[in-house]
Nanobody, 118 residues
Framework: QVQLVESGGGSVQAGDSLRLSCAAS????????MGWFRQAPGKEREFVSQ????????SYADSVKGRFIISRDNAKTTVYLQMNMVKPEDTAVYYC???????????WGQGTQVTVSS
């Protein structure tokens, strides 16, 4: 069982930076993937970024590539999403998730709201 708790959301202006954190507890193995997803009002949840605990190997959605950076602190079992040059279209609830086998995401956090005003 893995528990995930996100933090760091808030209201910012376009062009600002924001860092989200996801604290993971439970048994975490190096092959687990950690992902960030987001869901804007009236839209489906979409993939933002993911990273593998052990080897890293980050990947990003095209919409955030070059602006967002995912990282992990293995000692703290925390995953971060550094959001730079944010845009109003980044406004959403951001969720952290954990995938055990890489086929689907098995555990989800409760989400944290990010609001970007122009």
């Amino acid at each position: 069982q893995v528990q995930l708790v996100e933090s760091g959301g808030g209201s910012v202006q376009a062009g600002d930076s924001l860092r989200l954190s996801c604290a993971a507890s439970g048994r975490i193995f190096d092959n687990y993937k950690m992902g960030w997803f987001r869901q804007a009002p009236g839209k489906e949840r979409e993939f933002v970024s993911q990273i593998t605990w052990g080897i890293g190997r980050p990947s990003y959605a095209d919409s955030v590539k070059g602006r967002f950076i995912i990282s992990r602190d293995n000692a703290k079992t925390t995953v971060y999403l550094q959001m730079n040059m944010v845009k109003p279209e980044d406004t959403a609830v951001y969720y952290c998730a954990c995938s055990i086998l890489g086929l689907k995401y098995d555990y989800w956090g409760q989400g944290t709201q990010v609001t970007v005003s122009s």
